[in-house]
C-alpha cells in the first residue's frame, strides 16, 4: 500500500495540528497502522499505533494524554490529532502500515513490524 502523510506545519508550543495518513488500497481497513517520528540529531522513534478497526490504540509515554490516533477506514485514511504541542515534539512524522488484524502490547511499537511506510510530513513547534 502507498502511503500519503500531510498536515504537517509550523505551530507555537501549546497549539494543535492533525496529520493525515491517506492509503492508496482498499484493504487499508485490515491494516495495523503508526506513527513514528525522527527529531532532529536522533532515531526514529514510536509515537502511536491504531488496530484494524480502531478498537485498540497504544502510545508513546512522552505523548500519552495530548495525541490521539484515529481512523477512518470509509475514507483509508488514519489521523494523528497533536494537542499541547511541545518544542521537543519537533520532528518529521511518519505514518507506517502492515496488512495485520491483530494486536499486542509490543510489537506495534516495533518500526520493523510495518512494511510500507509514507513520506514524511514535518512539524515544527516554537517555544
Known amino acids: 500500500v502507498q502511503l500519503q502523510a500531510s498536515g504537517g506545519g509550523l505551530v507555537q508550543a501549546g497549539g494543535s495540528l492533525r496529520l493525515s495518513c491517506a492509503a492508496s488500497r482498499r484493504t487499508f481497513s485490515s491494516y495495523l497502522m503508526g506513527w513514528f517520528r525522527r527529531a532532529p540529531g536522533k532515531e526514529r522513534e514510536f509515537v502511536g499505533a491504531i488496530n484494524w478497526n480502531g478498537a485498540n490504540t497504544d502510545y508513546a509515554d512522552s505523548v500519552k494524554g495530548r495525541f490521539t490516533i484515529s481512523r477512518d477506514n470509509a475514507k483509508n485514511t488514519v489521523y494523528l490529532q497533536m494537542n499541547s504541542l511541545k518544542p521537543e515534539d519537533t520532528a518529521i512524522y511518519y505514518c507506517?502500515?502492515?496488512?495485520?488484524?491483530?494486536?499486542?502490547?509490543?510489537?506495534?511499537?516495533?518500526?520493523?513490524?510495518?512494511?510500507?511506510w509514507g513520506q514524511g510530513t514535518q512539524v515544527t513547534v516554537s517555544s
Open positions: 507506517a502500515g502492515v496488512p495485520s488484524t491483530g494486536w499486542g502490547t509490543n510489537w506495534p511499537k516495533l518500526m520493523t513490524t510495518y512494511d510500507s
